[in-house]
């Protein structure tokens, strides 16, 4: 059994900049795709950047620019840095884990969540 734990959220004025990170209890070198969702209220979750264990990576096109992932198999920590936050990135981020080569399936593990608030 995996599981993935965030850190890293909180709150931030706009422009500013929140490091996420994802910690998996086991060895994320097994998972091909690591991602990174996000659900603000009264929305779906949303792909937000993904991973793969060749180090091919995937973003949403409301971050693209500003938002940057990283996987350290070694550390079985995923990264994601967010950079020029806006107000609109408020919403709580889930790190996921698929088996699956493809990005943005929507499948596999999750963690629980973590908050991340832009505001002035």
């Known amino acids: 059994q995996v599981r993935l734990v965030e850190s890293g959220g909180g709150s931030v004025q706009p422009g500013g900049s929140l490091r996420l990170s994802c910690s998996a209890s086991?060895?994320?070198?097994?998972?091909?795709?690591m991602q990174w969702y996000r659900q603000a209220p009264g929305n779906q979750r949303e792909p937000v950047a993904g991973i793969t264990v060749g180090d091919i990576t995937k973003y949403a096109e409301s971050v693209k620019g500003r938002f940057t992932i990283s996987r350290d198999n070694a550390k079985n920590t995923v990264i994601l840095q967010m950079n020029s936050l806006k107000p609109e990135d408020t919403a709580v981020y889930y790190c996921?884990?698929?088996?699956?080569?493809?990005?943005?399936?929507?499948?596999?593990?999750w963690g629980q969540g973590t908050q991340v608030t832009v505001s002035s």
């Open positions: 086991g060895s994320i070198f097994s998972f091909n795709t």
């Open positions: 996921n884990a698929d088996l699956s080569t493809l990005l943005f399936r929507g499948l596999g593990y």
